[in-house]
């Protein structure tokens, strides 16, 4: 994986800064509230602090948000309304960040107190096709996994901006973990506090098992469940690529077939996230694709 020295948030203010070279105004802080349309045109976008008069938008929400709670159906026609409601945002991805008093020495690996390098790269827990197939099958009947596979990174070992000297920061990716459980609640999908705990036990057992004595060293955790992302980030079904990166919604069919060159029925509103081709991943190219669209029709 790159990493981005200083923490990825620092991706958002490089990108900041290389606007201001081009008196672009940045706004912060603002909900925006609906983006409005008079005869299938742009013509504003309303906040809750102002209201933009414009024709052109460019939205990196997923789908789902950008039409049904911004724009709204109205404008719509029916064809793309069906294939808005059909987009698959199925997520069993979870977040578990980990703040450490040293980092964990594996059993398969070396010292790690007197080489860093082994930590490097990207540590996947368990490693066979067996324990993905057996860590899946809990979640498709809405159970999280039991066995769960974990991708581990640690960006401290090659940024130490990140934390306090001789401290690290763990990131885990946790597969899988259903945005709605069998026995979910309305207000949470399922993931009630003790279930939250238990789910967080397992995976740290998990490492446990493959470093031990890896619980003596952590300072902090906070667990993010599907749910959790969708709530805090707004994005459905805590679906991190902005709908799943299946076949059927790759390429042409992304985000809906008919409608993968970034434009949509709506004139001057184009799609430029994760939700357009190629999809998710921190990779500039969708944006960079529906800048180009964009340039050529204004």
């Not at 309303?46 to 997923?62: E, F, G, H």
């Not at 993905?132 to 979640?139: G, L, N, R, S």
């Not at 039991?146 to 920061?169: F, M, R, Y």
Request: hydrophobic letters at 35%.
């Amino acid at each position: 994986w790159g990493c981005v020295k200083g923490g990825m948030g620092e991706l958002s203010n490089s990108l900041a800064k290389a606007c201001e070279d081009f008196d672009v105004d940045i706004f912060t802080g603002e909900k925006v509230r609906s983006i409005d349309v008079a005869g299938r045109r742009i013509t504003e976008v309303v906040t809750n602090r102002k209201t933009y008069s414009t024709d052109v938008v460019a939205s990196s929400l997923d789908p789902h948000v950008t039409f049904k709670y911004l724009v709204g159906y109205g404008d719509l026609p029916d064809e793309f309304i069906h294939n808005l409601e059909n987009i698959n945002y199925d997520s069993a991805t979870a977040k578990l960040n980990l703040a450490l008093d040293k980092l964990p020495e594996f059993k398969c690996g070396k010292n790690v107190a007197r080489d860093f390098s082994v930590l490097t790269g990207t540590i996947h827990i368990p490693s066979s096709l067996r324990g993905i197939e057996k860590a899946f099958d809990q979640a498709k009947y809405g159970e999280p996994s039991k066995d769960p596979i974990l991708e581990i990174t640690i960006p401290t070992t090659i940024d130490n901006t990140l934390a306090p000297e001789g401290k690290h920061i763990m990131s885990v990716l946790v597969q899988y973990a259903p945005f709605k459980l069998n026995n979910k609640l309305p207000h949470n999908g399922g993931w009630n506090g003790r279930l939250r705990e238990d789910f967080t036990r397992n995976c740290i057992n998990k490492i446990e098992e493959y470093a031990p004595g890896f619980k003596n060293s952590i300072l902090h955790s906070q667990f993010l469940s599907p749910w959790d992302l969708e709530r805090t980030y707004g994005i459905t079904g805590g679906n991190i690529f902005h709908g799943s990166m299946i076949l059927s919604q790759m390429g042409v069919f992304r985000p809906v077939a008919g409608w993968s060159d970034y434009r949509t029925p709506i004139k001057g509103l184009y799609i430029c996230g994760s939700a357009s081709h190629p999809g998710g991943g921190v990779t500039g190219i969708p944006g960079r694709n529906a800048a180009q669209e964009i340039l050529k029709d204004i």
